[in-house]
């Protein structure tokens, strides 16, 4: 069975600052990944997903995300962080050829002025 | 991608009684889904709503308690049966398989929040 462990229910960074949001998943084939974000009172929004090829994958409002199998890990980061950033960020997995996602437990991410 | 409306955005219900909660898309779609996220919790898929046919459920999750239908290739119904407070929840419907865009990418709607007296 795939499941995502996301560390840190909550990270707390200052406006400009590096955000890293990390993500650790298990999966017996080769997984779907996603990073989805949850603003308040909303639905979620698609950041990123990694599905083949490149590693590091690009998403929306600068934020980017690097497949890296032997640590079974896709950390999810953005190099200046703006107060417009605050929202729950959710990781989630995918088995290749089905569409259920499963998701981490979210995590939180606070910016400070 | 898809215009994803549900309907209602929220609602206050009587314990008891049963809701249900409305999905249109823009455009027709190969799958449906639809998630429960708890308070403070992460999404849990409830089912996979099957054009034309019954949807499939997930553990833990049953057709009694949440019925659902999927008439057509752009709308579907959540019902919560039955209600509790330990239902109150926000429920949100997810496509995948919409012009443009891999059968793995989901897109969700706004969500419903639902409250339990």
């Known amino acids: 069975a795939q499941s995502v462990t996301q560390l840190g229910s909550h990270v707390s960074v200052s406006e400009g600052a590096l955000v890293l949001l990390r993500c650790n998943y298990s999966?017996?084939?080769?997984?779907?990944l996603f990073w989805y974000v949850q603003y308040p009172n909303q639905g979620l929004q698609l950041l990123l997903k990694?599905?083949?090829?490149?590693?590091l994958v690009k998403g929306i409002n600068g934020f980017e995300a690097e497949f890296k199998k032997s640590e079974t890990s896709f950390h999810l980061t953005k190099p200046s962080a703006h107060m417009s950033d605050a929202a729950e960020y959710f990781c989630?997995?995918?088995?290749?050829?089905?569409?259920?996602?499963?998701f981490g437990t979210g995590t939180r991410l606070l910016v400070s002025p | 991608s898809a215009v994803i409306s549900q309907k209602p955005s929220r609602d206050i219900c009587q314990r008891g009684t049963s809701l249900t909660i409305q999905c249109q898309v823009d455009?027709?779609?190969?799958?449906m889904f639809w998630y429960r996220q708890q308070p403070g919790q992460s999404l849990t898929l409830i089912a996979t709503?099957?054009?034309?046919?019954?949807?499939?459920?997930e553990s833990g999750f049953v057709i009694d308690k949440f019925p659902i239908s999927r008439p057509n290739l752009t709308f579907s119904t959540l019902t919560v049966s039955n209600m509790s407070p330990e239902d109150s929840s926000i429920y949100l419907c997810?496509?995948?398989?919409?012009?443009?865009?891999?059968?793995?990418?989901?897109?969700f709607g706004p969500g419903t929040r639902l409250t339990v007296l």
């Open positions: 997810s496509v995948a398989g919409t012009s443009g865009s891999s059968y793995n990418e989901q897109f």
């Open positions: 999966s017996s084939v080769p997984p779907y």
């Open positions: 990694y599905t083949t090829g490149a590693t």
């Open positions: 989630a997995v995918s088995d290749v050829g089905f569409q259920k996602l499963v």
């Open positions: 455009s027709q779609v190969t799958m």
């Open positions: 709503a099957n054009q034309g046919s019954e949807a499939t459920y």
